[in-house]
């Protein structure tokens, strides 16, 4: 469901919609720089939206810039897509306890409702949760843990004005300008924002906004600006279904040059918002009355994802990189019907030895060795 309708909301009236927001029940969650880069920080009432904030990213690299600008969405993303929101790097799913007696209590941890209205997702992040959707709540095996977290959540989306180097989203189909799966989607003026809703949720909250029609040439600056994010795009991915041709090459050259740059070190993992990978450990007391057992976010870059009963299937980093690879691009489609890349950049820019996936794939398929 898509409002028909498009409104303006001026700047000035923007924390009217934080205060609806708030007024229906929803913690905000809104971007800030912290530590060097951009994070999704809890928004304390009457506080604002941080302004003129620039990112640089290139392979390898990520800089913030604090420009003059009274644009809130002028950057491209941060490290941390909304992955963790929804599918915690560590939480405990049951807890065991043994009395006195021998007897043994098993509890089982479930995630508690949290209502959070999450301002400035982008479109690739969109995309990577509707992947991690066909993952987590597929019919088979509904993860409770996700399920209610994301049924908790209240997406204000954005329609990104200035990609990045690392961004690619345009050659996956999955950006810059979002298609579906938010409940509000805002288009950046200088003087404030367009504002549609994408569900009933957003709808509700868009009715109690003090907002404008939007004029004839305000919906030319957004298309002209939502034309430029997709032109100055320069990195794409070869073709946007890669399965046969990814495992037609398995024993290219390729796999061996770029294993001997890279470090196992599983940042492009952790950043990437659609890798679901974890393992799963039991941490006991020592005195043995008490254990706690753990899912925490894993890797196929790590040695110990892939042991199976005293041996280790990946032993190098080129089994590694490659098993990444195939599977995001490749198997995904026989998988999930769709490539596992959303273009968003990430592991390029987060890669500490800068290697970047869009130049290893098309190495990879083409006809030259
Ligand atoms: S593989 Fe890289 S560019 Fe693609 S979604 Fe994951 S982090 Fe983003
Ligand atoms: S590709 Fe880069 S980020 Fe990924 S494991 Fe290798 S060195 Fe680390």
Redesign the pocket.
Known sequence: MHSPLRNFLPRNNFSELLTALSDGGYRCLAPKVCDGAIVYKELPSQDTLSTGISIHQAPGSYRVEITDSARNFGWSNGPQ?LKPLVFKSRETLWSVRRDTNGQMTFTESAAEPDPVAIIGVRS?DLA?LALQDKHFLNNHNRDSHYQTRRASLFLVAVNCTHPSD?C?CAS?GDGPTAQDGFDLLLDELDDGFVIRAGTEAGEKILETLPVDPVAPEQAEAISRQNQRARECQTRRLPSRNLEQALFENLEHPRWRTVAQRCLSCAN??S?????FCYSEQDTGTLDFTRSEHVREWDSCFTQGHSYIHGLTIRADTKLRYRQ?LTH??GSWHSQYGR??????????S?CPVGID??EEVTAIVSAET
Do not use: D, E, M, Q
């Open positions: 897509g690739c990577a690392t690619f996956t492009c993992t950043v990437c918002p659609t890798c990444w995001k691009l490539s596992g890349c959303v273009g968003c950049g990430r592991c390029i987060w996936i869009t």
